[in-house]
């Protein structure tokens, strides 16, 4: 079991920027860790990753130049830094974890997540 634990959401103006924490506990692992949202009446969406395997962090097209995704493997973190924050980044974010590694054209899938955390929520208004 992995027990995953979000923190960092809020209220916030567009332009302004956010640091989302994800901390995992529990079993070892050596996937990828990833960062979804999900917005009102919408599918949960891939944001950003860090694939463990090979050190590289992949992200989505709407995000790409304004989040950025760090890992502590020491601390067993994963953060994600949010610039230029706009109204349609408004969503719950949530952190997830794969046991083994994943090829690069899954990352972006929900279901090949083992393990998810509570979510946290960003909201973006003026």
């Known amino acids: 079991q992995v027990e995953l634990a979000e923190s960092g959401g809020g209220l916030v103006q567009p332009g302004d920027s956010l640091r989302l924490s994800c901390a995992a506990s529990?079993?070892?692992?050596?996937?990828?860790m990833a960062w979804f949202r999900q917005a009102p009446g919408k599918e949960r969406e891939f944001v950003a990753a860090?694939?463990?395997?090979?050190?590289?962090?992949y992200y989505s097209d709407s995000v790409k130049g304004r989040y950025t995704v760090s890992r502590d493997n020491t601390k067993n973190t994963m953060d994600l830094q949010m610039n230029s924050l706009k109204p349609e980044d408004t969503a719950i974010y949530y952190c997830?974890?794969?046991?083994?590694?994943?090829?690069?054209?899954?990352?972006?899938?929900?279901?090949?997540?083992?393990?998810w955390g509570q979510g946290t929520q960003v909201t973006v208004s003026s």
């Open positions: 997830a974890v794969r046991m083994g590694d994943l090829i690069q054209s899954a990352l972006r899938s929900p279901e090949q997540y083992d393990y």
């Open positions: 529990g079993r070892t692992f050596s996937g990828p």
């Open positions: 860090f694939r463990r395997f090979t050190g590289r962090t």
